[in-house]
């Protein structure tokens, strides 16, 4: 029996994805970076984030590392602003006192940096068993794609904390034909699985390697937890109980006053949020977001439930219980598509819970991918077998108790950036993420799926 998913290793469909994938990256990147003046660029909007202009240029100087030097062995063209552009050397909230490149030249660079390295995807080998492990099926090409992916879903993060006028529109996304009847959860037969993977030609270090994992059976939301069920746990008192929260979650309510979601506020008895420079009422039936761990720990406390653990997340979104195999979405093997989940900026919001019928896994859950990160109760650790790649600094520095794990994806999130083995992981005071949850619950002895 196949455990593994089926991944293509064709070394000519590998590049196609390669430059498509740098293509789209790159256009997100100039949206992002293009629908406002430069100087909201060289702003500082949160000491939690960097200036737009830093993430511009530490995307083209990353590129310029690992494509022209470290695949081509091309000469530095800006050795001089490598530190800069360190993320570990400077803390974000430093960054806009550092000599940044000014918006023009951060664009010339970035602009001129992908133009060789467009060049060396046409020229490298892309064989699986090339001799050189970042050209092999690609790797390097596709961390880089991941990489811009990932500081474009940080500059949108930077967008909707920046004051002002509205700067980026999307369609919203497809309200929900009927309202969603299903089941309010689905049981999760017990019993092995293959969780991580070996065969994911982009996959990244910390989702290495495959291996076995024992869950037993439990109970899932089968949709995040919506707006209207957390503000069911506000009007009871939630935020004011300290029998819901975890010891350090409930000095934070304490300190800051947290009474709701980020972004959220109360007027003449109604919940408004801000979202990108609007104003609107919450949304009943969409996925609560941009509440801490510990919020949606609480939450689930409240309702007599419990966050899932990471395997219990992945368990359900990969596992096909017909064949036994992990595949590598809940759908299947197939790449994202705009039917199966909401991602890749085409909305700039979640949809309504119960959406996406073609994205379902085949024990009934659906949402598991994008719209919402949704955090796990678990610790950020390795896999067993883990082997740091190509840098201690991408995973193994932020292993241990401080960071909790994400899974699955938001609406801010790129599909070459987001499957059924891509984890993330964040402190769990972290609130301006595009973070929600769903509930678990022990099964009962003797249940059976």
């Not at 892309?126 to 050209?135: E, G, K, N, S, Y």
């Not at 992916?149 to 006028?165: C, K």
């Not at 439930?305 to 595949?327: H, I, N, V």
């Amino acid at each position: 029996m196949t455990h593994q998913e089926n991944v293509t290793t064709d070394p000519e469909e590998l590049r196609r994805r390669a430059v498509t994938a740098l293509q789209d990256a790159r256009r997100r990147t100039t949206l992002l970076t293009s629908c406002v003046e430069d100087h909201e660029l060289t702003a500082q909007h949160s000491p939690l984030m960097s200036p737009l202009v830093w993430d511009l240029a530490h995307i083209g100087n990353q590129e310029e590392q690992w494509l022209l030097r470290a695949v081509a062995g091309q000469e530095a063209m800006r050795p001089e602003i490598d530190p800069l552009y360190d993320a570990f050397e400077h803390p974000r909230a430093e960054r806009p006192k550092l000599p940044l490149l000014a918006p023009g030249e951060a664009r010339g660079y970035a602009a001129q940096v992908r133009g060789r390295a467009l060049d060396i995807v046409e020229k490298a080998s892309f064989d699986a068993d090339a001799a050189a492990r970042l050209t092999r099926s690609g790797f390097a090409f596709g961390m880089i794609a991941q990489h811009e992916q990932q500081h474009d879903e940080t500059m949108l993060i930077t967008h909707q904390l920046r004051r002002g006028a509205q700067a980026l529109t999307a369609p919203d996304p497809a309200p929900l034909a009927a309202p969603f009847d299903g089941p309010a959860e689905v049981l999760i037969p017990g019993g092995p699985f293959t969780m991580g993977t070996s065969a994911e030609p982009w996959a990244l270090d910390n989702e290495r390697p495959a291996h076995q994992r024992l869950v037993p059976a439990f109970h899932l939301d089968t949709t995040p937890v919506t707006n209207a069920a957390y503000q069911e746990f506000m009007a009871d008192g939630g935020y004011e109980q300290e029998r819901w929260w975890a010891p350090a979650g409930w000095v934070m309510v304490r300190e800051y006053g947290l009474r709701a979601p980020l972004f959220w506020r109360e007027e003449s008895g109604q919940w408004l949020r801000r979202r990108f420079g609007a104003s609107e009422p919450v949304p009943p039936g969409e996925p609560v977001v941009h509440v801490s761990w510990y919020e949606a720990d609480a939450y689930a406390r409240w309702a007599g439930r419990r966050l899932p653990t990471e395997a219990e997340w992945e368990k359900a979104a990969r596992l096909d219980p017909a064949s036994g195999r992990s595949r590598r979405y809940p759908w299947g093997d197939e790449d994202p598509a705009p039917h199966h989940a909401n991602l890749g900026q085409r909305h700039l919001r979640p949809a309504p819970a119960g959406s996406y019928p073609a994205g379902e896994s085949p024990l009934g859950v659906r949402q598991l991918m994008g719209d919402v990160w949704e955090w796990t109760s678990s610790d950020f650790r390795p896999y067993p077998g883990f082997v740091a790649y190509p840098y201690r600094e991408y995973s193994e520095v932020f292993f241990g108790p401080d960071h909790k794990v994400l899974r699955g994806g938001s609406f801010a999130v790129d599909p070459v950036a987001c499957r059924g083995t891509f984890r993330n992981w964040d402190y769990p005071v972290r609130r301006q993420i595009f973070a929600g949850f769903r509930t678990a619950r022990d099964a009962r002895p003797g249940e059976v799926a």
